[in-house]
């Protein structure tokens, strides 16, 4: 499976759906306890992506991307609209010296409990590193997410970007519909690719 640094079509529509979801083993107990297991730790998310009154050149790059990528041997970047930013994200706490290098995160928290997301994916020119609150001068890796800065050792480095999600095609087949002559429907099925 190969990666291409692209991103599908951002014409999507209004009624596009996603989001994250865990494979999880649930088990009644004789007690009547339901114990849970989760089988990963690391969301995936899936995606349906309505493409509703799209011109005829848009509809060619659509039935392109999906005849080059196929479901399942080729994933690609995508702008997932319900959430693509992350501001003044803390990545972490300096060592201190040259080249020091980060990966980009999201945190989530919820009253006690916290957890991280790995960005593998930033946009190009969105990226902006700080220092206790100090813009920082950095490279990223738009590839891989990883950050490298010169920094004091004990500064907190934070990060402000936006970036796609790693997804690939679902769906067997790519059916259009012609409302008039240059108006075309589609709906795809995605799934993050936590490989990339």
């Not at 009644?28 to 969301?43: H, W």
């Not at 196929?70 to 803390?90: C, M, Q, V």
């Not at 201190?96 to 916290?114: C, P, R, S, V, W």
Request: hydrophobic fraction near 35%; charge should be negative.
């Amino acid at each position: 499976m190969a990666f291409i640094e692209s991103r599908l079509l951002d014409r999507i529509s209004y009624g596009f759906e996603g989001g994250p979801g865990f494979n999880i083993t649930s088990v009644e107990l004789f007690s009547g306890i339901i114990a849970e297991n989760a089988e990963t730790t690391t969301p995936r998310h899936e995606y349906s992506a309505p493409y509703n009154m799209i011109a005829l050149e848009h509809r060619t790059t659509l039935i392109g991307v999906f005849n080059a990528c196929r479901p399942g041997p080729h994933s690609f970047r995508l702008k997932d609209r319900a959430e693509y930013t992350g501001t003044l994200e803390n990545i972490g706490t300096a060592v201190g010296g040259a080249g020091e290098t980060m990966q980009l995160i999201k945190t989530y928290t919820f009253g006690g409990q916290t957890t991280t997301r790995n960005i593998v994916k930033p946009v190009t020119g969105t990226v902006s590193l700080f220092e206790d609150g100090v813009p920082l001068s950095s490279a990223v890796d738009t590839t891989t997410g990883i950050v490298t800065f010169t920094s004091s050792a004990g500064k907190v480095i934070t990060a402000t970007f936006e970036f796609d999600v790693p997804v690939r095609f679902v769906n067997k087949r790519l059916l259009t519909n012609f409302n008039n002559w240059d108006a075309h429907t589609a709906e795809i099925q995605l799934v993050e690719d936590l490989s990339a």
